[in-house]
Every structure is written in structure tokens, then in C-alpha cells.
């Protein structure tokens, strides 16, 4: 399983970016895909989900507004629109997968670096 992440770079406070990840080696609708971000010093955070079906997608609280999640099923690529973005964004941004019936993300990318400058 394969999940490489692109689309990162830097960004004007109060601009937008649209990250990408796209998954190979699993069968892409049986999974919940999931974007989390890890700032400077800080701990990996929860960003954003999206079911297999593309409803009822979730956010943290500090991007609800700003941040939206989507996926394509059919080219197995999950996305992630970043919208109004601050310095306090910045940070490696992951995608990761799991399936429905398990709590815990299974696959991780190697992230794609996030920078928001004031």
C-alpha cells in the first residue's frame, strides 16, 4: 500500500492551497481516508475525514470553515482544499487510510510540508 501525498508549499496568510493523496495497492472505496498535520514541536493532530461513500466528512474544529475534504473514488485520490490558511497551519500535512470497521489509521504518506507566512 502506497499513499504519497503532494500539492504542499508555501503560502500567503489568507490564501489557499489544495494538497492531494493518492493511494495505491487497496481497494480505495473500502476505506476512510483521513488527513492529520503535525506543526513545528507540536504533536500530530486530526484534520479531516471523509467515509468511503464521500458524505458526512469530519473536521477539527480549528479548520471547520476553511478546510474541506473530498475524495475520487475512481482515480483513488483523497483531497484536501485549504482555504483562508494562517501561520498556525503550517505544518507536514499526512493522508492516512483505514477501513470502516477499525478505529485505528493503517496506512500513512510521507507527508507533504505546509508553510503559511505572516
Known amino acids: 500500500v502506497q499513499l504519497v501525498e503532494s500539492g504542499g508549499g508555501l503560502v500567503q496568510a489568507g490564501g489557499s492551497l489544495r494538497v492531494s493523496c493518492a493511494a495505491s495497492?487497496?481497494?480505495?472505496?473500502?476505506?476512510?481516508m483521513g488527513w492529520f498535520r503535525q506543526g513545528p514541536g507540536l504533536e500530530r493532530e486530526f484534520v479531516a475525514s471523509?467515509?468511503?461513500?464521500?458524505?458526512?466528512?469530519y473536521y477539527a474544529s480549528s479548520v471547520k470553515g476553511r478546510f474541506t475534504i473530498s475524495r475520487d473514488n475512481a482515480k483513488n485520490t483523497v483531497y484536501l482544499q485549504m482555504n483562508s490558511l494562517a501561520p498556525e497551519d503550517t505544518a507536514v500535512y499526512y493522508c492516512?487510510?483505514?477501513?470502516?470497521?477499525?478505529?485505528?489509521?493503517?496506512?500513512w504518506g510521507q507527508g507533504t510540508q505546509v508553510t503559511v507566512s505572516s
Open positions: 492516512a487510510a483505514r477501513k470502516v470497521e477499525t478505529a485505528e489509521y493503517s496506512y
Open positions: 495497492g487497496l481497494t480505495f472505496r473500502w476505506y476512510v
Open positions: 471523509i467515509p468511503a461513500s464521500g458524505e458526512t466528512a
